[in-house]
């Protein structure tokens, strides 16, 4: 990934309230600088996805040019597969698949739809524009179930994600996943439409060090 050298006013980021004002469906180069995004990768998810996202920012023009890219990686997602969720966040993107339509319920086996809808994400992924990002894979569950069982099963899922995306071109270099069992819901488990929503697998896709060198460089 290389970036122009561009100028870049940039505006300053207020990082108050809820973590999801940080998310939007469509961004515009958001900023977070790299104290204020650790900050907030502590206070989140526990060092899951959003952490993860808020923590990696870099800030300033370096981080804007980021972002900008990250934007329209993030269209070029949401375009490709519109059965998922995808959010910007800080300098890099949340990517939420429903686990309902992925797995058979304690099973960790790839359905048709998940498979055709990750090759789909492959091919975003895979682009040179975006090669340079690394890409974490999380499996969660619903609190059904003992911990002895959500917990392996969250991993098996996070495994069988990237193996498939791996198939599909993406380098094992960028892939790194994590399981949180039931430790992490986004939703009440209090609902049969929450705990379906639990069931998820979510990925953060976030700049490698080529992609922060270049844009360091580009930003003078």
């Known amino acids: 990934m290389r970036f122009r050298k561009t100028l870049v006013l940039v505006g300053a980021v207020a990082l108050v309230g809820s973590t999801s004002a940080c998310a939007t469906k469509q961004g515009t180069g958001t900023l977070i600088g790299a104290g204020a995004g650790a900050a907030l990768g502590a206070a989140v998810s526990g060092g899951s996805v959003w952490g993860v996202l808020a923590g990696a920012a870099v800030g300033g023009v370096a981080g804007n040019l980021i972002g900008k890219n ?106 790194s996943t994590e399981g949180y069992g039931s430790s992490q819901p986004k939703y009440s488990n209090d609902t049969p439409e929450g705990q379906s929503k639990n069931r998820r697998v979510e990925l953060g896709i976030y700049a490698n060090d080529d992609m922060v060198a270049d844009a360091q460089a580009a930003a003078g």
Do not use: C, W
């Open 70 to 175: 990250m934007d329209e990686q993030a269209k070029e997602l949401n375009q490709a597969v519109p059965t998922a969720e995808v959010n910007r966040v800080g300098e890099g993107i949340n990517m939420t698949f429903d686990s309902s339509v992925m797995f058979t319920i304690n099973s960790a086996e790839l359905s048709s739809t998940a498979k055709k809808d990750l090759a789909a994400a492959a091919t975003v992924f895979t682009k040179p524009d975006y090669s340079d990002t690394n890409i974490l894979v999380e499996g969660h569950t619903d609190d059904t179930g003992t911990d002895a069982i959500n917990q392996p099963l969250s991993e098996r899922r996070a495994d069988a994600v990237a193996a498939y995306l791996q198939t599909q071109g993406v380098a094992a270099s960028r892939l």
